[in-house]
């Protein structure tokens, strides 16, 4: 826990792991005894020169935990210094009455990566309301991001916070019966949950105001953004119809749509998401000269 732009924030961090402990590691696997862990940890070798991915989660029941069980132990075994930190009012992060603009969102990144010392040109991976967030990031800094992947997000516009607004207005409303609208019943558990997170975050808070009352993302500064960047969406997600607008913003978007899943691509669909990310990040080290991802 530490203070992050007046705010106790949670943040979790991974060193690379050493090459030779991360071949230890598989070799351990194949003679593990129940339950399949390994006998030893990897050991980690040190974070200098090595490149730096920041993981940002999205909104609602959302926490670092969802990069952390999918794409943080991958990234940390290829190479990468793997920094993950809870949003303001979510996970084990402080939640203050006000401050949820994407402004105040974009702030608290730019403190984090300035309180931890990071000047190097960072990967930023954001889901959701966090790729929006990478996006802010990399329009107002972008000679600091060097690749951004941005799993069903897309910059926050006119019309995506115009879209987050109706969204949680629906979220937050119950139905007669006093439960969640329609979007949960579409989500199944996981749409219940998210929608009983949202309506305790807008019944405790302002962001239900503050998203939508943001100042909408400048597309010029957004098409400032010159790092590679890869969209990933699910197939059957209604954010998905927000990948031709990135592509619009920024011609060399990548896109990556993952059959079958929905907006929790990210959870639903690690595996899928791993062979996509890995690989691409691996070409813009090599495009770049830094140091390249281990297999």
Known sequence: MIQVNGLVTHVQELPPVAADAAAGGVAAAAD?????????????ESSAG??????????????????YLS?????????FRVIMYDLRGHGRTERPPAGYRMEDLVDDLAAL??????DAPVHLLGNSLGGSIAFGYAARHPDRVASLVAVESAPAT???LARVGRQLDRAAQPD??????????????????????????VATT???RDL???TPADPTAVRAITCPVLGVFGSDSSAVDLAPALVELLPQTELVVVPGHRHAVLVTARDQVRRQVLPWLARQLADTGQPALRG
Do not use: F
Not at 32 to 44: F, H, L, R, S, T
Not at 176 to 201: F, I, K, M, N, S
């Open 50 to 67: 090595r490149p730096v991915a920041v993981l940002i989660h999205g909104i609602g029941p959302d926490s670092l935990a969802s990069w």
């Open 158 to 160: 006119a019309q995506w």
């Open 176 to 201: 007669g019966d006093g439960e969640p609208p329609a979007l949960t019943t579409r989500g199944g558990e996981r749409g219940a949950r998210y929608a009983a997170a949202v309506r305790r975050l």
């Open 206 to 208: 302002t962001a239900g």
């Open 71 to 79: 794409l943080a132990h991958p990234l940390a075994d290829a190479g």
């Open 212 to 214: 939508p009352a943001s």
């Open 32 to 44: 593990a005894g129940p339950g399949g862990e390994p006998d030893v940890e990897p050991a980690a």
């Open 113 to 118: 990566l300035d309180r931890l010392g990071v």
